[in-house]
């Protein structure tokens, strides 16, 4: 049974030190070869770092529901603050090489998966460039399920509306601010609606 674990007082000094943080999303809701989600997780968090991805901090563990709700099982998620030399395109490279070697398929969209690794935000950078951030970041429900983009865009144009990112990241980098929305991620996850945390929770 999942239980209720004390929450976890941020560290606001870590950012402080960084010029480009990364923020990286992770969640699984299908075993892999290697295990559960959970182990999944833990596992390509190892070979995160055997790829230069240097690994600063890491959130607790997530049960949260599958979105959209009724595609799938419940996932496994975290977020993870991380320092690396590397450009934003190459991390993005290695991310999809991780997932890749844990089975991951790409069949259509939101699909239950056994690994996802999205990269979030890469400091303030904004890529390609803001009106493109705009159109993605202002796409309806529809055309985000009928779109994709062909292009790295940062930060994650749909970050600052789900809770099961926004929580976890609240672990690792509370005080990360959106260089487009000019708010950090408590401000975020405070101006969702209560309903959007429903049913997340951390697991022992």
Known sequence: MLQAMPQRKPNKSVLK????????GIGANLPSP????GVTIQESLKELARNNIALVSVSR????????PGSGADYVNAAVL???QIDAPAILAI?????????????????????????LAVGDQVLPDP????TWR??????????????LILPHPRLHERAFVLIPLADVAPDWVHPILRLNVLDMLAALP???????????
Do not use: Y
Request: charged share 20%; proline share 12%.
């Open 82 to 84: 991380c320092k690396t």
């Open 17 to 24: 030190d960084m010029l480009n943080p990364v923020l990286l």
């Open 95 to 119: 991310l999809n090489r991780v997932e890749n070697k844990f089975g991951r398929t790409r069949q259509h969209r939101w699909e239950p998966r056994t690994l996802d690794i999205d990269l």
């Open 34 to 37: 290697v295990g559960p989600p």
């Open 194 to 204: 209560q309903s959007s945390s429903v049913g997340i929770q951390p697991i022992a």
């Open 138 to 151: 202002g796409l309806g429900p529809e055309a985000q399920k009928a779109r994709f983009p062909t292009e």
């Open 61 to 68: 563990l997530f049960q949260t529901p599958a979105f959209p």
């Open 131 to 134: 009106a493109t951030h705009a």
